[in-house]
């Protein structure tokens, strides 16, 4: 069973950095595509980023494509996310998770895993 564990969540004031990190257990890490998720308070959950089991590959959201940056490292079995120029609208809890067959992408059903979330909040 794929263990998905988020951290680094906090409260920040806008135009702070954060960095997320995801850690998993119990698969395949390497074979992963890994994308990070968020949900605000009343809205659904949004696509934020994506890597590629390689780290080849990434894709942003338009809404902090510029700011945020995604990373893996394989040897550590973990997935980052780097968020800088917080806005308070990026208050979310924040998910990473795992697609078993390497495809990624912006659309939550294509994943297979999901952590537990971490909490991200910006202060105005």
């Known amino acids: 069973q794929v263990q998905l564990v988020e951290s680094g969540g906090g409260l920040v004031q806008a135009g702070d950095s954060l960095r997320l990190s995801c850690a998993a257990s119990?698969?395949?890490?390497?074979?992963?595509?890994m994308g990070w998720f968020r949900q605000a308070p009343g809205k659904e959950r949004e696509f934020v980023s994506t890597i590629s089991w390689s780290g080849g590959r990434t894709a942003y959201a338009d809404s902090v494509k510029g700011r945020f940056t995604i990373s893996r490292d394989n040897a550590k079995n973990t997935v980052y996310l780097q968020m800088n120029s917080l806005k308070p609208e990026d208050t979310a809890v924040y998910y990473c998770a795992a697609d078993n067959w390497g495809r990624g992408g912006t659309m939550p059903n294509v994943y297979d895993y999901w952590g537990q979330g971490t909490q991200v909040t910006v202060s105005s």
């Open positions: 119990g698969g395949t890490f390497s074979r992963f595509a």
